[in-house]
């Protein structure tokens, strides 16, 4: 009998062990991303959500089609996650963000990301480092967070055995907007930062660069390579941020994807001033690409003549401006024996609901009691609780 009851301990105690286990939060060692065992990888890109606590009901909708139907391994969340204004609460923050990362946390979905512009608007009530902890709560977060701020980091995709570097992202935070439509770019620390970065790569990597991505909210100056200036009254032609010249792309630029638009005018740092970013990136030969968010209806991607493929991904969210029912998000699959040439697809709110319509139904159904749901719980909260917020 008392044999037994050792051997149920035994077995209870064991089981125990392996449930603590699983419920642990996740270290840094086991967020460690790697290329899948087919050598494959995919990465999600989403930026310019701009949402309240009130959380549109079409952004959420296209969200959750969009991780249901594409699976991605990484989604990247490239700024302006947050509404503009600088009068939500952190309760209204924390909401906000729980409504866009719930998806990827509940469906396992490692995320990155960076703060915008309007991200910054809200540094007086957390700052970089707060926001940052909010994001870093959850689970599925994987933001290496070795970088000089909150919002500038890298993160390695290993290869499929977990050997060597095989991608790597880096997250660059682009500051905050100092009005007049000027951006001051990177800081110098962060430029540093990514050389020194850059160069230890390149080290483990046994002297060979590890091919990069960058993912930053406001674009590089170097944007306008890929436009012409034209004539006033020029048709499609865009104004510009920076004098009176008006612009279309450059039907000479090498555009690379399926939907290259050029509908306002490029807002990017200050071109006025020399970050050094982009002769950074091409000194240490390591940026295949680099893709920016901020101007929502800018969608063109285009190769420059050093090789380096940058784009705008248009804006996500329905919360703020944007091209109709063409919000807009950015696929990116990779094969771990040619990673250079990788392929990008984008994805239109139009079509991916309309491609897969019985899923959008179900989530606008979902989305739609939920908000209900939360609208009731919320009145009575106020009603009995007048004086919470």
């Known amino acids: 009998m008392k044999t037994t009851t050792k051997r149920a301990l035994s077995i209870l105690l064991a089981l125990l062990m392996l449930c603590a286990a699983f419920l642990m939060p996740a270290t840094a060692a086991d967020k460690k991303l790697r290329f899948h065992a087919d050598g494959t990888f995919r990465i999600l890109l989403l930026n310019d959500f701009q949402d309240t606590d009130d959380t549109n009901e079409k952004s959420l909708v296209f969200l959750n089609v969009v991780l249901d139907k594409y699976q991605p391994d990484l989604?990247?969340?490239?700024?302006?996650?947050?509404?503009?204004?600088?009068?939500?609460?952190?309760?209204?923050?924390?909401?906000?963000?729980?409504?866009?990362?719930?998806?990827?946390?509940k469906r396992g979905i490692p995320f990155l990301f960076t703060f915008g512009n309007h991200d910054h608007d809200h540094d007086a009530l957390l700052d970089r480092a707060a926001q940052a902890a909010i994001y870093d709560s959850y689970?599925?977060?994987?933001?290496?967070?070795?970088?000089?701020?909150?919002?500038?980091?890298?993160?390695?995709?290993?290869?499929?055995?977990?050997?060597?570097?095989?991608?790597?992202?880096?997250?660059m935070d682009s500051n905050e907007w100092s009005g007049n439509f000027m951006n001051s770019?990177?800081?110098?620390?962060?430029?540093?930062?990514?050389?020194?970065?850059?160069?230890?790569?390149k080290a483990e990597n046994g002297g060979s660069a590890v091919p990069s991505l960058v993912f930053q909210h406001i674009p590089v100056k170097e944007m306008f390579r890929f436009l012409k200036a034209v004539p006033e009254g020029t048709e499609g032609a865009v104004g510009s941020m920076f004098g009176p010249e008006k612009y279309v792309l450059d039907p000479d630029?090498?555009?690379?994807?399926?939907?290259?638009?050029?509908?306002?005018?490029?807002?990017?740092?200050?071109?006025?001033k020399t970050t050094g970013q982009y002769e950074a990136w091409v000194e240490q030969g390591d940026v295949i690409g680099a893709y920016f968010g901020?101007?929502?209806?800018?969608?063109?991607?285009?190769?420059?003549?050093?090789?380096?493929?940058?784009?705008?991904?248009?804006?996500?969210?329905?919360?703020s401006y944007g091209d109709g029912n063409e919000r807009f998000a950015r696929i990116f699959d990779f094969k771990e024996d040619d990673v250079e040439h990788y392929t990008q697809t984008t994805l239109l709110y139009s079509q991916v609901t309309a491609q897969h319509k019985a899923t959008y139904v179900w989530y606008r159904v979902k989305v739609f009691f939920q908000k209900a749901w939360n609208s009731v719980v919320s009145f009575f909260k106020r009603l009995f609780h007048p004086e919470a917020k």
């Open 294 to 319: 901020h101007d929502h209806t800018n969608t063109f991607v285009g190769r420059t003549d050093d090789g380096i493929v940058m784009g705008y991904n248009g804006g996500f969210g329905f919360a």
């Open 139 to 171: 689970s599925m977060c994987y933001a290496a967070h070795n970088g000089p701020d909150a919002g500038t980091y890298n993160n390695v995709i290993y290869s499929s055995d977990g050997s060597k570097p095989a991608l790597n992202i880096y997250m």
């Open 75 to 105: 989604v990247i969340l490239n700024g302006d996650q947050l509404w503009p204004e600088n009068n939500m609460s952190e309760a209204q923050i924390q909401k906000a963000l729980r409504d866009q990362l719930s998806p990827m946390e």
């Open 253 to 272: 630029a090498d555009l690379v994807g399926d939907h290259n638009q050029l509908k306002e005018p490029i807002c990017c740092e200050n071109p006025n």
């Open 185 to 201: 770019g990177i800081n110098a620390d962060q430029l540093q930062w990514y050389k020194d970065t850059s160069g230890a790569l």
